[in-house]
């Protein structure tokens, strides 16, 4: 069983920044992979940003990518995601997961894979 709690969400102007943390408990193996997903108004849950456990491996959504960085800090149990250039359309509840099968591209982008959920944290940019 693992726990997971998100923090870090708020309102921040178009441009700005935001940084979201994942807290973790429970058993977590190096293979896993830790994601963030969110939810837009009147959309479903769409992948943002993955990274394996144990370090290495990251993959982003094109919507992202040059503008997020996923990290983790394994000694501390978090994942984190630094959110930059932010733009009105990133506004959304955001969610940590944990994938436990961990078979990398494509299923990490996939929300069914993950087997784990945070109640989520809203972030909204405002333009």
């Known amino acids: 069983q693992v726990q997971l709690a998100e923090s870090g969400g708020g309102l921040v102007q178009a441009g700005g920044s935001l940084r979201l943390s994942c807290a973790a408990s429970?058993?977590?193996?190096?293979?896993?992979?830790m994601g963030w997903f969110r939810r837009g108004p009147g959309k479903g849950r769409e992948f943002v940003a993955a990274?394996?456990?144990?370090?290495?491996?990251?993959y982003y959504a094109d919507s992202v990518k040059g503008r997020f960085i996923i990290s983790r800090d394994n000694a501390k149990n978090m994942v984190y995601l630094q959110m930059n250039s932010l733009k009105p359309e990133d506004t959304a509840v955001y969610y940590c997961?944990?994938?436990?099968?961990?078979?990398?591209?494509?299923?990490?982008?996939?929300?069914?894979?993950?087997?784990?959920w945070g109640q989520g944290t809203q972030v909204t940019v405002s333009s």
């Open positions: 997961a944990v994938d436990r099968r961990s078979l990398g591209i494509p299923f990490v982008q996939r929300e069914g894979e993950y087997d784990y």
């Open positions: 990274i394996r456990w144990s370090g290495g491996s990251t």
């Open positions: 429970g058993r977590i193996f190096s293979n896993y992979f």
